[in-house]
């Protein structure tokens, strides 16, 4: 799991540099080799992902003085050094200064991997936890939209520049990937930013509820229609008006909001008043509208119109770096808000962070900072398709004895801790069940909701 973890490795031997290197790239690691200390330290910072593998005795600065340095700006940082036979007194002493780990050349190449392995994972766990710290910071600066990758700077960039300017835009990407939150902060970072934000979702309605939401009607202008209804459209006027899941808007609708678009103004039904409007459009869509195959009945002189910018938001599993961060800040929030203490992360937590494929993007990973907060976050990784049941590098009777009890957790909890219930699913004897749920260590209490009463159900 810490294969792609950065490792410098420093050896003034041109020879074994070559050598360890192609062994720590073998074990999955991406090493940068560099002949002297000083080449590696220029290159080393405080939030260095991964590790440092470095020989003791190098002309200039050697091993130990290269940890003394590291340890100025990052005592976390994991550094291993290697050393011959003759120098073990000297890195029993570096061990007790903190340095990770000493191996012993000429070593095995196991033994090193091991060690690069754990002290990667260490650092990992170090850094979740600082980007917890770090986002408890953010969480009293309000930042709205959390992301240091790349594709989330180079959107705020976006964002920052065309949020003032009056250019309507569409936003693309999959539930709950924060297209709301690009769009109010495309009003909340423009003039507008004191009219209304008015969000309309247009799969929601039928289509005649959704004309006279947009269009605003005067009284009779449909059976029902007792009272006057200014229209979102004018609503929206001078502040910006949030078209959600426009893909769903129906056809005869999308014809006359083209007209919008392109005049600026509306005629509410039941008038021949057209109203001019300071209108700015941000319309949000989960496909992507500009591939035929996907664009349905949605209208192509209607996207080519919204598309004058599109902003598309990559799902959370092609920004893998963010969901440290993201999670510290779901995490100090849901603390806040629940009166809790964020818990540290444990490697199970962890794992789930790295490995978990996010369908659900930022809500779901909101979620499960919520459960982790609150001390659920073994049953959020317990889902059986979440949890790595499948891991080939477990013995088979391991495996199945995890399925096993991932089933049991299962049964209990879709019938909230009923006992009777639970064994009746299972089709197993009462005594076994309790001998498993032992074995397992596996508390019932934990899966019991308001009706889970073990007394009446046994
Ligand atoms: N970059 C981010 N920083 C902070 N919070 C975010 C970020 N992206 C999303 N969120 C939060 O995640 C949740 C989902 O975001 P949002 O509602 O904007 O998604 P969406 O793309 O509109 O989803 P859907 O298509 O399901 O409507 C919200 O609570 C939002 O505040
Ligand atoms: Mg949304």
């Known amino acids: 799991m810490n294969e792609s973890s950065p490792v410098f490795l420093i050896d003034d031997d041109k020879d074994l540099l070559k050598a360890t290197k192609q062994t720590l790239e073998l074990a999955g690691f991406a090493v940068s080799a560099f002949p002297t ?14 590790v440092v593998v470095s020989d003791i005795r190098m002309p200039q600065m050697d091993g130990q003085r290269l940890f003394a340095h590291i340890k100025t700006f990052d005592a976390d940082l994991p550094v291993i050094l290697m050393t011959g036979h003759g120098d073990i007194p000297m890195a029993v002493q570096a061990i007790q200064n903190g340095v990770y780990d000493f191996i012993a050349k000429p070593f095995a190449t196991d033994r090193l991997v091991q060690s690069v392995r754990r002290a990667a994972e260490k650092r990992r766990l170090v850094l979740e936890n600082r980007a917890l710290r770090q986002a408890a910071e953010q969480v009293q600066g309000d930042l709205p939209l959390i992301g240091q990758t790349p594709a989330i700077e180079r959107l705020r960039h976006t964002l920052r520049q ?7 835009v569409l936003v693309t990407g999959e539930t709950g990937s924060g297209k709301e939150v690009v769009a109010s902060l495309l009003h909340r970072w423009s003039r507008r930013a004191k009219g209304n934000f008015v969000a309309l979702n247009c799969g929601a309605l039928p289509e005649t509820v959704i004309e006279s939401e947009l269009f605003g ?9 007792q009272k006057k209804r200014v229209g979102r459209i004018e609503h929206s006027s001078s502040g910006t008006l949030f078209l959600d899941e426009i893909e769903s808007m129906p056809p005869a609708i999308q014809v006359q909001m083209l007209r919008v678009l392109e ?8 008038t021949n008043e057209v109203r001019p409007v300071d209108l700015r459009v941000v319309a949000a869509a989960k496909v992507d509208l500009g591939d035929p195959g996907q664009r349905g009945d949605f209208r192509e002189d209607l996207y080519y119109r919204l598309n004058v910018v599109t902003l598309s938001i990559p799902p959370l599993r092609e920004r893998r770096d963010d969901i440290p961060l993201l999670f510290g800040y779901f995490a100090e929030r849901a603390a806040n808000r629940f009166k809790r203490e964020v818990p540290a992360i444990s490697v199970a937590v962890s794992r789930h962070l790295q490995q978990h494929d996010w369908p659900g993007n930022v809500r779901e990973l909101s979620h499960f900072a919520e459960r982790f907060v609150l001390g659920l976050e073994m049953a959020a990784t317990s889902k059986p398709n979440e949890m790595p049941m499948t891991d080939a590098r477990l013995p088979l009777p391991a495996r199945v004895e995890r399925y096993e009890a991932e089933l049991i957790r299962e049964t209990l909890s879709q019938n909230n801790g009923d006992v009777r219930r639970t064994i009746e699913a299972l089709g197993i004897p009462r005594k076994t069940f309790y001998d498993k749920l032992q074995r397992h260590g596996i508390v019932r209490g934990d899966f019991a909701g308001f009706d889970g009463d073990e007394r009446r159900s046994s």
């Open 217 to 225: 009607h005067e009284p009779g202008a449909f059976t029902g229609a």
């Open 263 to 270: 005049m600026r103004e509306v005629t509410p039904l039941g």
């Open 37 to 50: 200390a000083a080449d590696a330290l220029s290159a080393l910072h405080a939030s260095f992902a991964g």
């Open 162 to 168: 065309i949020a003032d300017t009056d250019v309507d």
